[in-house]
């Protein structure tokens, strides 16, 4: 593992904070999209991407996955997105829906975030589970790569 690896990994296990109400996660996607650029997204169980994501493929993203974490996570709160800094964010954990663990890692290894907004270059996780192939069609859709036989 390399040392920026080390780092992110170090970085992925600090503090952060809780968007627990709706508002908020929409307050926090404002904040990103006020400063689009230098934003890397990766997906847990793939190689993440070597270089930042264009701002409009930042707002595809941010855009889709407020959806689907509003369709699937169906409660009237929020409470699978976390954050280094609601003000100025630079690294945001958004948990699946279906497969969120327990904060307290009580019973194992923590479940990892299924997707990562980071301003620095993300390493490789690895899930705890295997990956869907629909999360996997979900993400080829979003940025646009070849579907899945």
């Known amino acids: 593992m390399s040392d920026n690896d080390k780092s992110f ?20 996607w404002a904040r990103v999209r006020q400063h689009p650029e230098g ?3 990766s997906l847990t169980g793939e190689e993440p991407a070597r270089s930042p994501v264009p701002a409009e493929v930042l707002d595809k993203f941010l855009t889709e996955i407020d959806a689907l974490l509003r369709k699937e996570h169906n409660h009237n709160y929020c409470g699978v997105v976390y954050a280094d800094d609601l003000e100025n964010p630079t690294l945001i954990k958004i948990f699946d829906p279906y497969n969120m663990g327990s904060g307290c890692r009580v019973g194992g290894a923590p479940i990892p975030p299924l997707w990562i907004l980071s301003r ?23 940025f646009g790569l070849a579907d899945l036989a």
């Not at 990994?9 to 109400?21: E, P, T, Y």
């Not at 899930?127 to 999360?135: C, D, E, H, I, V």
């Open 39 to 41: 934003w890397y997204t």
């Open 9 to 28: 990994v170090a970085r992925l296990d600090g503090r952060f904070f809780g968007i627990l109400q709706w508002s908020g996660l929409d307050e926090l």
């Open 120 to 142: 620095m270059q993300p390493a490789r996780l690895e899930g705890n589970m295997p990956l869907t192939m629909s999360r996997k069609r979900w993400w080829n859709e979003v």
